[in-house]
């Protein structure tokens, strides 16, 4: 009989250290605060706390689960973190922009952003399969999602929410895909009041790590096909890139 056990616990602990690491963060703000607020689509200053605890929490609640997956996570909002802080104010996005400002001798923060969480992608997933096709294939899909999840950051409670929606499924699946899917809808959950809200962006960091969380459950619950099918969904994703985020910047008005 199939039961939700192991998600209860995956969940509360992915909810309760996002919340208390952002508090903890907000209170101190490592830096000075200007390094920790940006100006949102709409003019208002929003903090960027929630981000790296997302990340952080992520990491260590998908850790008991698959140390794989924490690596992946670990390593995506790393990388995120130093595109907000080193890329803040670059107005070039995407793979395009970057790659050529790349091909003229500019390494861009975003640059290292792309290359470093698609190398953790690929050894995440060369750690959670076996067979070399399936592990390129998780490795595709993890980096693959981290960007997704990214893409839609355009508006408040977009990625949080996009995370919820493709989240919650996933905690219908045994063992390790549960879990993992509990930890990123636990995550998600806690950041998206202030996300919603417009007092807090999950920036680079935050959506990366959530997404490449996300890409892990579902290496962890899918052999071959499963993985090629979701592999063509995220590299459609994102040589679509910019009309995914313009329709999640049009959602919900």
């Not at 929606?165 to 549960?178: D, M, Q, T």
Request: with cysteine; proline share 3%; hydrophobic share 55%.
């Amino acid at each position: 009989m199939f039961t939700l056990r192991g998600r209860g616990p995956a969940f509360a602990a992915a909810a309760g250290l996002t919340w208390g690491t952002a508090a903890a963060l907000r209170a101190a703000a490592p830096g000075g605060r200007a390094r920790w607020e940006r100006e949102n689509h709409a003019g208002r200053t929003v903090g960027l706390y929630s981000g790296p605890a997302a990340a952080l929490a992520g990491a260590l609640a998908a850790g008991r689960t698959a140390p794989a997956a924490a690596l992946a996570v670990a390593a995506a909002g790393t990388c995120g973190a130093y595109d907000d802080v080193v890329g803040a104010g670059d107005a070039r996005r995407g793979f395009r922009a970057h790659l050529g400002a790349l091909r003229e001798g500019e390494v861009t923060s975003g640059a290292v952003k792309l290359f470093g969480v698609s190398a953790a992608g690929l050894v995440a997933g060369a750690l959670l399969k076996e067979r070399p096709l399936d592990k390129v294939l998780a490795g595709v899909v993890i980096a693959g999602a981290a960007h997704f999840v990214n893409l839609v950051d355009v508006r408040p409670g977009r990625a949080a929410g996009a995370v919820l929606a493709l989240g919650v499924p996933g905690l219908l699946r045994a063992g390790a895909a549960g879990e993992l899917s509990a930890v990123a809808v636990g995550a998600a959950a806690a950041v998206l009041p202030d996300d919603l809200g417009g007092r807090e962006m999950l920036g680079d960091s935050g959506a990366h790590a959530l997404g490449a969380l996300l890409g892990a459950a579902v290496v962890a619950g899918n052999g071959r096909a499963g993985l090629m099918a979701h592999a063509v969904a995220v590299v459609a994703a994102a040589v679509y890139g910019e009309q995914v985020s313009e329709a999640a910047r049009s959602a919900l008005g």
